[in-house]
């Protein structure tokens, strides 16, 4: 799946114009907060967004700055969820954790060295990740995306537990992970 099929599914998962009387993110169309669609120089009412505009802050923001493109490019499937987690709980949290899970997968860094979790994707990223792809194959990928979907799923649950009104979204959130 390339990033376009992947912003179509997200814009059809998250729809058009919403304002939940207890989202903090407040006003959103097509997923994109206002707040986002200000600091991209969109000026317009968020009800009019239009989808092109949403789709350009997703590829922009979600994919390209924080380096999913070049993740694609060796694991496409694990791609594909860091750049869901991303939109969902902000790029650097998604990189994050998929630094986190190389580095407890990588059996005590016999496969390869640890990376620094410094919520970026550079090129001791990519090198973990190109390392871990050519020891474990395509059934690795699949284990990677399980330790990512683990990471995920508990903050959903911490965020729901630590304040109870996000409990009208937990479902959906569960329900809409990419893995």
């Known amino acids: 799946m390339d990033v376009e099929e992947l912003i179509d599914d997200l814009i059809a998962r998250e ?4 304002n939940h009387p207890v989202d ?12 986002v669609a200000r600091a ?3 000026g ?7 989808r092109e505009t949403a789709a350009a802050i997703y590829r922009r923001l979600y ?6 493109d070049r993740v694609a490019a060796l694991a496409p499937d694990v ?4 750049f869901d987690t991303a939109v969902n709980m902000g790029p650097e949290t998604a990189t994050g954790f998929f630094q986190r ?3 407890a997968l990588n059996r005590n860094g016999s496969d390869y060295a640890d990376v620094a979790v410094d919520r970026r994707i550079g090129p001791k990223t990519l090198a973990a990740l190109a390392a871990f792809v050519q020891v474990r194959g395509r059934s690795g990928e699949a284990v990677l995306l399980k330790a990512l979907n683990a ?5 959903y649950i911490a965020l729901a537990e630590s304040r109870p009104a996000n409990e009208a979204f937990l479902y959906g959130w569960l329900a809409g992970r990419v893995g």
């Open 15 to 18: 729809g058009g114009y919403v």
């Open 101 to 103: 899970a190389l580095n």
């Open 79 to 82: 791609a594909a969820e860091l």
């Open 63 to 68: 994919w390209l700055r924080p380096g999913y």
């Open 40 to 42: 991209q120089g969109y």
């Open 151 to 155: 990471l995920q799923g508990e903050r």
């Open 24 to 35: 903090r993110g407040g006003p959103t169309c097509w997923g994109i907060t206002e707040q």
């Open 44 to 50: 317009g009412a968020m009800k009019a967004m239009p």
